[in-house]
């Protein structure tokens, strides 16, 4: 009964029902898009770096993994440090440098990694084979900039004298593989080799040098304490764990968070007012109405109850719409956001976790409740005579 | 000594790109010289006269003893907004011993006299030097800016889906204040007031409305826009102003808000005025 009078109010101003229901769902799918937004940037990193079960990254101290040019010496006798550190299953030593690869159609620039192909966590072998001396893997993209195919011979180099006017850092190479590189985007030119050969293609400035170590730990082990026991050990680098990395991202997109915190409480108070607006509007016409129903012997509660129902029901059929929309918009949003330059394929910035929609839009049904209950309440308690003889005088 | 790594730019001292805001006089330096940024001051505790050693890796025993000779402040620059590190001027010499880096630059800046001046330099670098390649500022600039574009991009998206909700929730606020009106407009019409009068006096006040709703709500954006600004420029520690309430802005919101305004009250008017009034009156 309360529920089908309700409906039948809410049919009655089919219009602005319509309209209550446009704004509650826009206000429902801005709210959705931003708890997308805050909660998807922090999973998605997190799952990113918790790939291939790495849990600490090892930097020259003070600098962030590739941040800045800054290498780690005396890798050999590091890398046997950390793997003295009780807990460590496997030490991943990396060495960051830019390749030429000359041919043809002129020097192709990528970015490319000195890895130990053994315990790498940087790329995923599509095809092929991990490379071995005087081998690489490449990405996609440069394999299309050098038109490389798999088993063909490149001409590398990792360096310029201009004086001499020759490339340095010079090796013939074959491609072995074709990868995708983790941590970049699928248009970055990437190549992958063996530590070795990167170290010595770079003489003596990059001999027996890393950029950072990736340190793989015991599942039963608190990668916090390996972190701390790291630095205790070496005191010229900065390990960092997976946590204080999602920590730094977090702070560096802290713009991204914030915004969204700002406008999924603006979206919220939106919807509560449209409610709260519609509902008491919609009271106010059905004074008389709801006199009668009184004076009828229709109970206080009930008069409440129908009224808070027509505010769940906007908000109800709002945020069912909003979840479309939402979802739609997340879409749109994180299309743009993915043009981010250099943004690993494997970040999303809007992700769409079932928990957290759920809770943004059962918060918006809550508000819907609130929205409802002042204005039927007052209703409820206006003296039930008066009110007749008001409305019958008009 | 320096904890923090430092990321060192190597200067000339007239062409520092940043604001000096302490220095000592140059005849009272002997020893060598850098200029430090202000985080760096601050968090490190360091003074203009502090003697301070450099090294090119942290934990590397022998380094650079250096005088601190000024605090220089950064300039607002978009792409340095979420970047946290400290930054040391040097003369170009320095540095180049200090990282070992022989006569070798990483990259010239060249002042011409412009237009066709830079052209021409361009073309002429490019052809002199094998190895070299110059790029015109604005390539440069386009280059770096992409990541701006992006949230540019997503301001505007982020726009649009706030402009849709904020008008939703106008026409609807408007059509029900019309409607609050409909026993005014009944008596209006008893009265013998004509239709068009009665759709234009609603009009009107939907526009006052509006007008009055917009003028409020750009007062709070000015009052938002402060606190945004305040608020990142602590956290990121910069200059940057983040939100700009311009003219342009100005101009299209309250236009956007009359324009819906007044769309809601005619919508709204010309249903109240097309229902006889005694229906409007209940009856």
């Known amino acids: 009964m309360r529920f089908q009078l309700a409906a039948l109010s809410l049919r009655r101003h089919a219009s602005r029902t319509l309209l209550a229901v446009l704004g509650v769902a826009v206000s429902a799918a801005m709210l959705l898009d931003m708890v997308m937004l805050a909660t998807g940037m922090r999973q998605s990193f997190a799952s990113l770096l918790g790939r291939n079960g790495f849990t600490i990254r090892v930097s020259p101290r003070g600098t962030l993994p590739f941040d800045t040019e800054a290498m780690i010496g005396q890798a050999h006798q590091a890398t046997d440090a950390i793997r003295r550190i009780a807990g460590v299953t496997a030490v991943a030593p990396v060495l960051g440098t830019t390749i030429h690869v000359l041919g043809g159609r002129g020097p192709a620039t990528a970015f490319a990694l000195g890895v130990d192909p053994a315990v790498q966590g940087d790329y995923q072998l599509l095809e092929g084979q991990n490379p071995a001396a005087n081998a690489l893997v490449a990405s996609d993209a440069l394999l299309r900039a050098t038109g490389a195919r798999m088993g063909d011979t490149l001409d590398v180099a990792v360096g310029f004298d201009p004086q001499l006017r020759t490339f340095t850092g010079r090796r013939r190479v074959i491609v072995a593989g074709r990868a995708r590189f983790t941590y970049l985007s699928a248009d970055d030119r990437a190549a992958a080799l063996p530590l070795a050969s990167v170290q010595a293609m770079g003489g003596a400035g990059r001999s027996d040098r890393v950029s950072l170590f990736m340190v793989r730990t015991a599942p039963n082990v608190d990668p916090e304490a390996t972190r701390v026991a790291i630095e205790r050990v070496l005191p010229r680098v900065t390990a960092l764990s997976t946590a204080g990395a999602i920590a730094e991202a977090e702070r560096r997109l802290s713009y991204f968070r914030q915004l969204a915190f700002i406008l999924g409480a603006v979206s919220l108070i939106v919807g509560f007012l449209l409610v709260t607006t519609i509902v008491t509007v919609s009271v106010n016409e059905r004074i008389g109405e709801i006199a009668i129903m009184r004076a009828i012997g229709v109970s206080r509660i009930h008069v409440v109850h129908q009224i808070v129902i027509e505010g769940v029901g906007l908000s109800l059929a709002g945020a069912a719409a909003g979840l479309l929309l939402g979802v739609f918009t997340a879409r749109w949003l994180n299309s743009i956001l993915r043009g981010f330059p250099g943004l690993p394929d494997a970040i999303d910035f809007f992700l769409f976790q079932p928990n957290s929609a759920f809770r943004a839009l059962a918060l918006l049904v809550a508000s819907g409740i609130a929205a409802g209950i002042y204005p039927a309440w007052r209703a409820a308690s206006l003296p039930i005579s008066a009110t007749l003889r008001e409305e019958a005088v008009g | ?283």
């Open chain 2, 1 to 283: 000594m320096l904890a923090p790594l430092v990321m060192a730019l190597a200067l000339t001292p007239d062409a520092l790109c940043a604001q000096r805001i302490d220095s000592i006089p140059p005849w009272r330096v002997a020893v060598r010289t850098v200029a430090i940024d202000e985080r760096l001051a601050v968090d490190a505790g360091l003074r203009v006269g502090d003697m301070v050693v450099l090294a090119a890796e942290p934990g590397r025993a022998s380094g650079d003893t250096v005088r601190i000779s000024a605090i220089v402040r950064r300039r607002a620059d978009p792409s340095e907004v979420a970047r946290s590190e400290y930054r040391i001027r040097m003369h170009l010499g320095g540095l180049q011993d200090l990282i070992g880096y022989g006569d070798r630059v990483d990259r010239y800046a060249i002042a011409t006299a412009g237009g066709v001046a830079a052209d021409s330099a361009l073309r002429r670098i490019n052809a002199l030097a094998f190895g070299f390649h110059a790029y015109p500022s604005r390539e440069i600039a386009v280059e770096t800016s992409k990541t701006f574009v992006v949230v540019s991009r997503f301001h505007r998206a982020i726009g649009m889906i706030t402009i849709v909700a904020s008008a939703t929730f106008l026409l609807c606020i408007m059509l029900l204040k019309v409607d609050e009106r409909r026993r005014d407009v009944a008596a209006m019409r008893l009265m013998g007031i004509s239709r068009a009068t009665v759709v234009r006096a609603v009009m009107l006040e939907s526009s006052f409305v509006a007008l009055l709703g917009s003028l409020f709500g750009v007062g709070l954006g000015f009052v938002v826009s402060a606190f945004v600004n305040a608020h990142y420029q602590g956290v990121y520690r910069t200059p940057l102003r983040f939100a700009i309430i311009t003219p342009g802005t100005v101009t299209y919101s309250v236009l956007l808000s009359l324009v819906l305004g007044i769309g809601a009250g005619a919508l709204a008017a010309r249903r109240l005025s097309r229902t006889p009034p005694l229906t409007l009156f209940g009856r």
